[in-house]
């Protein structure tokens, strides 16, 4: 047994199949396939398991696969212990965010660290994918900006660092004129009849819209799926449907077309959190994009309060 034996079981529990894990560490899947042959070798327990066409841990492989991330935790702990990189504000750091995030956050981003003696060497990069998918990307990127609703599940635990960012409503997005506009707040109640324009499904918006169909005792009508928020506001504002969109990372659209109002009896609200590796925290370019996030999040708050 060996840390790299471990890695490859910890990203297959992660990644969720041979291939994917080939893909993320630069192997062959025959390659993956022996380090998991060898590892099982120490174990008389079955560590892995068909699960369809794919493989799977199964529970005491998943148990090891927790443990090795503290081992490979360990290891870049003791590793990077010698090295000057831990300490130096300079280095490589990739980023990955959500699409709305990437507009409203990533020019800001390198703004905010051009200020400082000694940056990083950021490495943007968008990634807009359904909500189970975000600790994924945790191999492939340094930080990863991710969004869940109020309501769903936390992150898991297990060789994953979680760092929020903001707590962002989802506000009711009206064209100018619309009945609905002079209400300071809206119920799902008052909604629910109305046309929708919304996000393909496993994205926020969307995913609050059956909580709004919930509470309303009622099916919507969604007549378009849109997951760039400026196209959403163009479409609101020509009057052919309503929208959910979230408050701070949505693009500002004209105030004479469009009018933003809570959502109230409802949890619409959703969590921006960097999700990252632990062992990612012990570098302090990570952590100096890190707190830089955090002052451009408050800035954007600040300006559109």
Known sequence: MDVHQLQILRELGALGSVSAVAKVLNVSPSAVSQHLTALQRSFSTPLTQKSGRTLALTDAGQVLADAGAEVIDAMAA?????????????GTVSVSGFHSAGQSMFGLLLQELARLPTAPDVRLTDEDVPRQDFPGLTARYDLVIAHRLDYSSAWPAAGLRTITLVREPLDVALPVGHPLAGCAELTAE?????????????????????AVAAVAGRQLTVVHRINDYGTLNSIVAAGHAIGLVPRYTSPLAAPDTIVLRPLTGIGASRTIDLLTRPENLRRRSVRVVAQALNRVVARIIRERQ
Do not use: C, I, K, N
């Open 190 to 210: 008052q909604v629910a009849g109305e046309r929708w324009v919304t996000t393909r499904g496993g994205y926020s918006p969307d995913d609050l819209l059956d």
């Open 78 to 90: 003791a590793r990077t212990a010698v090295e000057t990189f831990e300490q130096s504000a300079g």
